[in-house]
């Protein structure tokens, strides 16, 4: 078997001593945010509604997970794709958009879950085989905006004991994109802003804020949930997988 050797170049150059990690997207969905993730199991179930739709239930089922407790501290994230699910089309149903059984409706959640389920596993696998790589060689601390179940979550795939710390924005009262979260993380490794890296998927939310303190960032660079231009000059790295930043 040959195993095979990183350099890990990039993150020399860049003189970096510790890294904060995002979580959504960032390790679970390979840089594509959760919406267009979960569009295209609507479209893999043949789930007859449109994409404006859908968007309309997506945000309407973020804004009520956000200000009411319905995902649990010891809801894995298998349960919270189930309660997302479970919730859109139950407002899709209501709103008279999608008027079919609820076997039917039943059976598209059930393809819809398994879809998203399998395709989870398989990126949280490269992801966790990247960290361990990286964790030989830097202390690593995760920062995320999450429901109060960051931890069930990390520690149902493996992923909690990679980790120094996990900053969680419901525990801590500070929310992306305020910097404040980002400063936690940077506390927490004992390490000079500037030999920070800090991971993200959202250019707004984590590379912006980050970048404000003094951190150098890797933009996580996927399908986004709208399109808009950002300066591409403000990160030190662009990546389309986490393997990159081994090199």
Not at 28 to 43: F, K, L, M, P, R
Request: proline content about 5%.
């Amino acid at each position: 078997m040959i195993t095979k050797e990183y350099s890990f170049n990039k993150l020399s150059a860049l003189g970096i001593e510790g890294i904060i990690f995002d979580y959504g997207a960032t390790l679970d969905t390979s840089g594509n945010h959760w919406g267009q993730v979960i569009w295209h199991a609507y479209q893999f179930a043949d789930v007859p509604v449109s994409e404006s739709d859908y968007r309309a239930a997506y945000v309407h089922v973020e804004r009520t997970l956000a200000t009411n407790k319905t995902i649990m501290p010891d809801f894995t994230f298998d349960a919270v794709l189930n309660t997302k699910l479970l919730m859109q089309l139950a407002y899709l149903r209501d709103n008279k958009v999608l008027d079919v059984p609820q076997l039917e409706l039943d059976i598209m959640h059930d393809v819809m879950l398994t879809y998203l389920a399998r395709n989870l596993k398989r990126t949280l696998d490269h992801s966790r085989f990247v960290l361990e790589q990286l964790r030989k060689h830097y202390p690593l601390v995760l920062v995320s905006n999450f429901y109060g179940n960051i931890k069930t979550v990390l520690d149902d795939y493996f992923l909690l004991e990679l980790f120094e710390d996990v900053i969680e924005s419901v525990v801590v009262g500070v929310r992306k994109p305020d910097p404040k979260i980002f400063a936690l993380g940077v506390e927490t490794l004992k390490l000079p802003a500037e030999k920070v890296l800090v991971v993200g998927d959202s250019f707004d939310k984590d590379i912006v804020p980050a970048h404000s303190l003094g951190c150098p960032t890797a933009w996580f660079k996927g399908e986004p949930w709208e399109d808009k231009p950002h300066d591409e000059s403000i990160p030190q790295m662009i990546i389309q997988d986490l393997e990159d930043l081994l090199g």
